[in-house]
């Protein structure tokens, strides 16, 4: 049967090869996503029927064939949302979230559909279906209950209603915080306020006041402006103006239709009483359910064992900083705007060496060449650039092959900040791995559909011109960690080996344990072989002096603890306000925070400061009551690279197979703690993590 004109000729429901960005338009959005609802809901009714066989290949995998489509074109959408935040593409995401929410609610109920999940479960199939299926029907399971499939019926509609409004409040929180910082800039006139602001960051302020129709400089929230002058700008007035406006970001202060304040709130009310409604004490119990960690007690207990560990190193960077305030910079006190500049100035004149001087090795270029030589290394794969349509001119597309030159997966990367693109750095899914076409008997099949990731981060553009040229782009090594960072998540996705969606690549893994191969990655920044052959000074072309690298090895730890219990604080909050809050209470969420900052932090921010209303992780991301997971799986991908340091070479081919084999290619079709085991050999120990901080007794 042809499909009407508008439907046959609509980008998003050629799901063929790569996403159709060159033809994709805001008006594709509602058609495209109509009809594969109605498609999905039409598989529903057919496999929930009795005629139907509750067996794998009769009704768990057409099911999953047939969500995908769903999920790949929701997912683009979702994507150009994040990346294009125009009002066409906001309109248009969101004039569908609901509807694409009550249809994944309305599934999470279906109790045919989990009847038949459960007789898979424990029916004498099950043991014939390998690892990765049963591992499939597991989670499909827990999922279902976890989405209300065993409420009373008089309590599903209620429950699918919280959760079509938990999605729509979490997409206005994250729109009100971009809204919220593009809606701020601070003109500079007096050229006597640039004074210590590196050249790249004065010229790109140039230029955004020229774009403005301005003469001046423009310095924006976004962090390739926001960063540089808090670190680098004598100008206190300048410093204190942006940090204020940073702070205050979609908060009571500005516009009422930006502040997110009543959406926290609101947010935690609805998980509050969902939770309630599943049989649980709080939310943070819910949140636990797919978790490495077994209960609140047990990461309450990790995160303060962590912060009275980090404390008296943290104590002691505080008072170094305070010592070096008043004994050589002369400032009567120190605010919270004056933090990262004065600590920019102790590392100076500690280590005789500026972050901004090591910025200036390492070109984009020789970046990306030197990421993918430490990838090449490690996993005997081989990157390619490749071609494929793109959302923006600035982003990049890659391959990545086997050394036959076969494709084992395909990347896009967009490094540079915008104004209509989400803040922070991520990796997300386009497509992911799986076996489609026939399948036979023995399990094999006609084809594997090869996955495709996006990594995206904010940093700072090219600026200026070289010989009537344009000058490469230059990161911080902050930001080189970061790209390292998020492109060990896009490994973990892209060298998955298992065939079932569900399982395959990061899909499957326990939330604490997904952040371990992108903090792994993060070590190849500090080892003398890899910066040997990823710098380039922008001017002269030399790679990173030895004597500038001993530097940067002997300050690896500055502020080592207070930046450990600065985390330490984040996770508690998150904790605490899932588990020990009443939403209904008289406590405020910045009460709470206060009572936290109380406990462990050693620097508090002024009163006014509104870190909850920008503190999208939890809010806006999917790290609620999961933002202990940070320090969690930092203490798994410590211990995994003291493989590495205990093999004595941080390319030993046969650690870094076992690494690709018992970590990164099982995805999550085993529990994240049988793949550590099978890699370490042990249970896991923080004494990596520890000695990588510097927090070990001297």
Known sequence: MNQPNSLQDNPLLDLSGLPRFDLLSPDDVQPAITELLARCRSLVDRLASA???????????????????????WGIVG????????????????????????????????????????????????????????????????????????????????FQEISEELAQLAARFSENLLDAT???????????????????????????????????????????????????????????????????????????????????????????????????????????????????AQILAFLRDLASRARPFAERDVADLRAFVSGELGLPTMEAWDVAY?????????????????????????????????????????????????WHEDVRFFRIESPAGELVGQFYLDLYARETKRGGAWMDEAIGRRRIGLQSPDGSSDAIQKPVA??????????????????????????????????GHGLHHLLTQVDEAGVAGIHGVEWDAVELPSQFMENYCWEWTVLQGMTAHIDSGESLPRALFDKMLAARNFQSGM???????????????????????????LELLAEVRREVAVLEPPPWHRFPNGFSHIFAGGYAAGYYSYKWAEVLSADCYGAFEEAENPFDRSTGERFLREILSVGGSRPAIDSFRAFRGREPRVDALLRHCGMVAA
Not at 54 to 70: I, K, N, R, V
Not at 565 to 589: I, K, N
Request: proline content about 5%.
């Open 51 to 73: 005629a139907v066989a509750a067996t794998w290949s009769d009704f768990a995998a057409p099911l999953a064939d047939g969500f995908e489509q769903l999920a790949r074109a």
């Open 79 to 158: 994507h150009v949302h994040a990346v294009n935040d125009v009002p066409a593409w906001r309109d248009a995401y969101n004039r569908m979230l609901p509807e694409v929410s009550r249809f994944y609610a309305e599934v999470g109920q279906n109790l045919q559909l989990f009847a038949k999940y459960r007789a898979i479960a424990t029916g004498s199939e099950f043991a014939t279906l390998s690892p990765a299926q049963q591992r499939v029907v597991e989670h499909e399971v827990r999922d279902f209950r976890l989405a209300g499939a065993e409420l009373p019926a008089a309590s599903k509609p209620r």
């Open 563 to 589: 930046q450990m219990l600065r985390q330490v604080e984040f996770s508690l909050f998150d904790l605490l306000l899932h588990s020990d809050f009443d939403p209904a209470g008289e406590r405020s969420v």
């Open 342 to 390: 004065v600590s920019e100035k102790l590392l100076q004149a500690r280590y005789a060496f500026s972050e901004q001087e090591v910025k200036q090795y390492f070109t984009e270029d020789k970046v990306l060449a030197g990421l993918f030589s430490v990838i090449e290394s490690l996993f005997d794969v081989r990157l390619r650039p490749d071609r494929a349509p793109v």
């Open 182 to 296: 593009n809606a701020f800039s601070e003109l500079v006139t007096d050229a006597s306020e640039l004074a210590g602001l590196p050249d790249d960051v004065r010229q790109a302020a140039r230029e955004a006041a020229e774009r403005d129709g301005s003469s001046g400089w423009k310095f924006t929230l976004h962090m390739p402006s926001y960063l540089p002058v808090m670190q680098y700008a004598d100008s206190r007035r300048l410093r204190a103006a942006l940090y204020r406006a940073y702070a205050t970001r979609a908060a009571e202060s500005g516009p009422a239709e930006l502040d997110n304040t009543p959406l926290i709130r609101r947010i935690l009310e609805l998980r509050h009483e969902q939770a309630r409604m599943l049989g649980y004490g709080n939310f943070a119990e819910v949140s636990l359910v797919p978790k490495m960690a077994e209960s609140v």
């Open 454 to 487: 996006y990594l995206n981060c904010n940093f700072s553009r090219p600026v200026g011109e070289r010989d009537g040229k344009p000058r490469p782009a230059i990161f911080t090594h902050d930001e080189v960690s970061t790209l390292f960072h998020e492109t």
